[in-house]
C-alpha cells in the first residue's frame, strides 16, 4: 500500500511563495505519473500540475508560469513550487500518484493553502 504524506501549507499574503512537499512511501514512485490537485471551497477537485517518470511537465492554464512542480526520485518526494500566489489559489492541495498501466491511483491526505491579506 503507498502512503502520500503532503506538506508545506499554510497562510501566505497575495504575491508570496509556498513550497508544497509530497512524500511517497512504497518502491514505485520513480514509475509513477505524479500529480497536485486542488479543491476550493464548494468546487470539484481540479488538475494543477502532473509529471511522468520522465520529467514531463503539464500545468492548468491558470498556474502557468508561476508554479513549478519537480520531482525527486532519490528521495520518493514531488514537490510544488508556487510563486505569486494570488487569493484565487486557496484550496486544499492533495498529491496523487498515477499508475495509468494497471488503472491505479493514490491520494494523500490535503495541505491547505491559504492566500489572504
Known amino acids: 500500500q503507498v502512503q502520500l504524506v503532503e506538506s508545506g501549507g499554510g497562510l501566505v499574503q497575495p504575491g508570496g511563495s509556498l513550497r508544497l512537499s509530497c512524500a511517497a512511501s512504497?518502491?514505485?514512485?520513480?514509475?509513477?505519473?505524479m500529480g497536485w490537485y486542488r479543491q476550493a471551497p464548494g468546487k470539484q477537485r481540479e488538475l494543477v500540475a502532473t509529471?511522468?517518470?520522465?520529467?514531463?511537465?503539464n500545468y492548468a492554464d491558470s498556474v502557468k508560469g508561476r508554479f513549478t512542480i519537480s520531482r525527486d526520485n532519490g528521495k520518493n518526494t514531488l514537490y510544488l513550487q508556487m510563486d505569486s500566489l494570488k487569493p484565487e489559489d486557496t484550496a486544499v492541495y492533495y498529491c496523487?500518484?498515477?499508475?495509468?498501466?494497471?488503472?491505479?491511483?493514490?491520494w494523500g491526505q490535503g495541505t491547505q493553502v491559504t492566500v489572504s491579506s
Open positions: 512504497g518502491n514505485i514512485f520513480r514509475i509513477a505519473v
Open positions: 496523487n500518484l498515477d499508475l495509468p498501466y494497471i488503472k491505479t491511483d493514490y
Open positions: 509529471i511522468t517518470a520522465g520529467g514531463s511537465t
